[in-house]
């Protein structure tokens, strides 16, 4: 009778191990966001840069909760020259952009990690095009505080469709043979061409290369992206420098 009633309270206690590895396989670990404009005028180019060792200030479970809501490819716009205890973790998507107002030459100190915008300043304005998914700090210091804004980029937005910081034109067209001031990011969306012109002679590449194909014509070499991807132009020249073009593709 013993060994009856102990084999069943086994059997029950595997049961009851079962069914909980069961729904736990079904509930599967915590989703997480997706890790992957028009350009500015003639503004002076500011490089950032800086980095904390790896597992430095991890977002708090707070933010990554704010932030599970994202925003379209919008221009999201932050006062620097205001007085807050805190900037609230956004979440907007690949392509848009983060527009910091207020703040002087060498305000944005920081954009961590610096691969995943690309920043430029003028007229008291820097402006940072979000090309690459994941989470994004960006350091911000005023005369009365250092502060971080910090920006989950998503492969795609979960608020309805907003006013798009992406171009909204058939074609884009650089020329080549400007190296002046170089080429901020843009956000294009499928289906736009991508013309490059004052080629000549200078070395061009693309990568990743099998997101487009590019062909020569008279006026230009054209180039048109098979798929949603963030493509690097570079032109190469010796003696200059190089000048590369960071291009965001979206559906």
């Given amino acids: 009778m013993r060994t009856r009633t102990l084999t069943r309270a086994f059997a029950v206690a595997a049961a009851l191990v ?10 599967g670990p915590a989703s997480a966001l997706s890790a992957t404009g028009t350009s500015g005028g003639p503004e002076t180019r500011t490089a950032v840069a800086g980095s904390y060792p790896p597992a430095a200030r991890p977002p708090t479970s707070a933010q990554t909760a704010a932030a599970t809501q994202c925003m379209d490819r919008v221009v999201y716009t932050i006062d620097a020259s205001a007085i807050a205890p ?18 002087g030459p060498g305000g944005l100190s920081a954009v961590i990690p610096s691969g995943k915008a690309d920043c430029f300043y003028g007229g008291g304005v820097t402006t940072c095009r979000l090309i690459e998914t994941g989470t994004v700090r960006f350091r911000i210091t005023n005369s009365q505080e250092t502060r971080e804004q910090t920006v989950v980029v998503a492969a795609r937005a979960t608020q309805p469709r907003l006013p798009s910081a992406c ?3 058939e074609m884009v067209i650089r020329d080549a043979a400007d190296t002046g001031m ?23 590449s693309v990568n990743p290369s099998d997101a487009v194909e590019c062909w020569d014509d008279a006026d230009g ?15 190469t020249r010796p003696g200059v420098a190089n000048s590369v073009l960071t291009v965001v593709y979206v559906a």
């Fill in 18 to 27: 079962v069914v909980a590895g069961t729904a736990a396989g079904a509930a």
């Fill in 86 to 103: 805190k900037l609230p973790t956004v979440c907007i998507a690949v392509g848009g952009v983060l527009r910091i107002a207020g703040l």
């Fill in 167 to 169: 171009i909204n034109a």
């Fill in 182 to 204: 170089g080429w901020n990011a843009i956000c294009v969306h499928l289906g736009i061409m991508v013309r490059f012109t004052g080629l000549g002679s200078a070395g061009f």
């Fill in 221 to 235: 070499r054209y180039c048109s992206a098979n798929r949603p991807a963030t493509v690097r132009f570079t032109v």
